[in-house]
């Protein structure tokens, strides 16, 4: 599976847009950019993912480029309850790709 | 609709005892990826079930062992505990064996003394 580079931190005021950003420079042809993030000492949460086009659910807005070397998580109203540490992996979508691996992520602050 | 439930929220045990943690996946899934988390550390992988067989297991030495239930319910067995395998353990479930979504469940966090 690609690497993956995210900040490590970032702060979002409350109620505003947070976007987090992910650079997947080598990512091949299926496969699939995956978010979590996971809150302190809990299970991480499936967030999205995509292939090639713009996603949306009722979480957050995953808007990959059209070169598919980089990505950006929308959660689009944040709350204090989005404080976590948000994590994007590339995978692709056979048998072989069971394995999940996550990187550092990147730290989310949501302020007040 | 359930997610992913693992039991006991938190166990303690002391050197060289036995420890048995225990998942549901979410109903309709039939895989089951345990996984461990250190404190300060990354997912590390442990064991993958599908249908009842064992169908891969992480760099884990073999007093790491579970299985999976005829429900797909699944119970990972940690033997001769060590201090180090203190950590976060994960059950994550998926619908398509391996590529699929993983759901994770809220975690047991192992203590050992």
């Known amino acids: 599976d690609a690497k993956t580079t995210q900040p490590t931190s970032m702060d979002c005021a409350e109620g505003r847009a947070a976007n987090l950003p992910c650079n997947h420079s080598?990512?091949?042809?299926?496969?699939?950019v995956y978010w979590y993030r996971q809150i302190h000492s809990q299970g991480p949460q499936y967030i999205i993912h995509?292939?090639?086009n713009n996603e949306t659910n009722e979480m957050a807005s995953l808007i990959i480029t059209e070169d598919r070397k980089s990505s950006t998580l929308i959660l689009p109203h944040a709350t204090l309850r989005d404080t976590a540490v948000y994590y994007c992996?590339?995978?692709?979508?056979?048998?072989?790709?069971?394995?999940?691996?996550f990187g550092k992520g990147t730290k989310l602050s949501v302020i007040p | 609709e359930a997610g992913v439930t693992q039991s006991p929220t938190h166990l303690i045990k002391t050197r060289g005892q036995q420890a048995t943690l225990r998942c549901s996946p979410i109903?309709?899934?039939?895989?089951v990826y345990w996984y461990q988390q250190a404190l300060g550390l990354g997912l590390q992988f442990l064991l993958w079930?599908?249908?009842?067989?064992?169908?891969n297991r992480g760099n884990f030495p073999p007093r790491f062992s579970g299985r999976q239930f005829p429900n797909y319910s699944s119970e990972l067995n940690v033997n001769a505990l060590e201090l180090e395998d203190s950590a976060l353990y994960l059950c994550?479930?998926?619908?398509?064996?391996?590529?699929?979504?993983?759901?994770f469940g809220p975690g047991t966090r192992l203590t050992v003394l």
């Open positions: 994550a479930s998926s619908f398509v064996t391996g590529g699929d979504t993983q759901y």
């Open positions: 080598t990512i091949s042809g299926n496969e699939y």
């Open positions: 995509g292939l090639k």
């Open positions: 992996i590339v995978r692709g979508s056979g048998a072989g790709s069971y394995q999940l691996t």
């Open positions: 109903s309709g899934h039939t895989s």
């Open positions: 079930y599908d249908e009842g067989e064992e169908r």
